[in-house]
């Protein structure tokens, strides 16, 4: 019989990896929480005239990356609905903002996500067909200042602080702007015609996108390509005056509260609601496919999609990506348990079983031997998932003291049953 197995594309989360993504989904709630962002969950899946519209029908996401499947109707009142996995939680949360009616609060909104996004893509390393995001979004009505450009520098300096948090440490912030959406439909007729010329030198995907798409062009990362891209206008040139200072505004806000930056004028994301501020945060760590994180502002996406006008900006993080940084930097790998109880027969279970839960209450991290092992077997178990071991026998239940090894510096000591909590939680020895 064929065995089973997850789904090309998808994998399982096993510990101790799955420490590390608990422990970065706490640091950027409590990172939220002092920014005042409070959590919206919105459905796995949405009519696929969401992302048709807001994400745009001619992106690599909407036109190639989609699950999307026909909802076929139980009853004669009901009709037939195209459903999609979502691909993005940006157009989820506008849609659940528009219909909400939460700009009728006249509050600005302030909210994150963390879930499972879906997009069939080919998998590599960092890069999967269902994939977990950490994302935020800054939206509301022209009155609650939803449009100003302290929003967009408030956001990336929340993303510095909580990249520093988490350790990553060697992160760039790269930013542009790329205007209204009247500029950046300038811009795409602009680039669209100096592109005809050079298209055909570039690759595959290239010459589609430069026809359909062509601030995708600019996303390239086939070398041969480079040096076209480089010779290619600029969008900074087919902004208007309003944008240019919008910019300028993010710019004087980051250079104050002392948040580092790289003006990169081919960062234009790929995502048709994009206007104004956009931004990826990069670590070399991560090779090629470098971004941690990216995002940006959509002024236009909720009148895009039937709502009123809400200005906003957001960003998504790939936990992946973060996961891959830390483990390769070695900032986070997940601390040893502090001991593992070994008791010497197995009249002793109980009186084993009674020492972890003290020990655990006291706030350690146990683990729980059988006394049905032999002792070989349980130091050789304990020395894999633990710092030290305590051996719990007769002697050591009757007088209170106990026996602890340290397996970095194999010292074995009595240690009286007052005292294991404060020598369990002290620093192994050097």
């Known amino acids: 019989m064929t065995t089973v197995k997850a789904v090309r594309g998808t994998r399982d989360l096993l510990p101790p990896e799955t ?18 962002f409070g959590e919206i969950r919105t459905p796995v899946f949405e009519d696929t005239a ?16 989609m699950y999307t ?8 009142s009901e009709k037939t609905q195209s459903l999609t996995l979502r691909p993005e939680n940006t157009a989820g949360v506008v ?17 994150f996500y963390i879930g499972p996004q879906f997009r069939r893509e080919r998998p590599q390393k960092g890069r999967y067909r269902q994939f977990s995001q950490i994302g935020a979004e800054v939206i509301g009505p022209t009155s609650s200042g939803s449009e100003s450009p302290l929003r967009d520098a408030e956001v990336l300096e929340m993303l510095a602080t909580l990249l520093d948090e988490l350790g990553i440490t060697g992160w760039t912030l790269h930013i542009n702007s790329v205007g209204s959406a009247a500029d950046r439909a300038r811009y795409n007729e602009v680039l669209r015609e100096a592109l005809v010329p050079v298209a055909p030198r570039m690759c595959v995907d290239c010459q589609r996108r430069a026809v359909t798409n062509p601030l995708r062009v600019l996303d390239c990362k086939v070398p041969e390509d480079q040096p076209i891209i480089e010779a290619l206008p600029k969008i900074a040139d087919s902004l208007d005056e309003d944008s240019k200072q919008h910019f ?16 990169n004028h081919r960062l234009v994301r790929g995502l048709d609601y994009y206007t104004r501020t956009t931004f990826e945060f990069t670590h070399g760590g991560l090779g090629a496919q470098n971004a941690l994180l990216g995002g940006g ?25 973060l996961v891959l940084t830390l483990q390769a930097q070695e900032a986070a790998r997940p601390e040893p348990r502090h001991a593992y109880i070994a008791p010497l ?34 130091f050789e178990a304990a020395e894999k998932t633990a710092r030290r071991i305590v051996i719990l026998g007769e002697d050591e239940l009757a007088s209170g003291i106990l026996t602890v090894k340290e397996f970095a510096t194999g010292i074995q000591t009595k240690v009286p049953r007052s005292d294991l909590p404060a020598v369990l939680a002290a620093p192994v020895s050097a």
């Open 19 to 36: 420490a590390l993504w608990n422990r970065i989904e706490a640091t950027a709630r409590a990172v939220f929480a002092r920014y005042n």
């Open 50 to 65: 969401l992302f048709a519209r807001g994400v745009g029908e001619e992106t690599d996401i909407v036109s190639k990356e």
């Open 69 to 76: 499947w026909e909802d076929r109707a139980r009853a004669q």
């Open 95 to 111: 849609r659940a903002y528009i219909e909400h009616k939460l700009g009728e609060t006249g509050q600005l909104q302030k909210l």
């Open 248 to 263: 300028a505004g993010v710019i004087a806000a980051l250079d104050a509260a002392g948040v580092p930056y790289t003006r």
């Open 297 to 321: 502002r959509y002024d236009g996406l909720s009148e895009a999609i039937g709502g009123p006008k809400a200005p906003g900006i957001g960003f998504a993080m790939g936990e992946d990506r």
């Open 345 to 378: 027969g197995e009249a002793l279970n109980p009186a084993a079983l009674a020492l972890a839960r003290e020990l655990r209450r006291g706030g350690l991290t146990v683990e729980l031997g059988d006394g049905n092992f032999r002792l070989k077997k349980s």
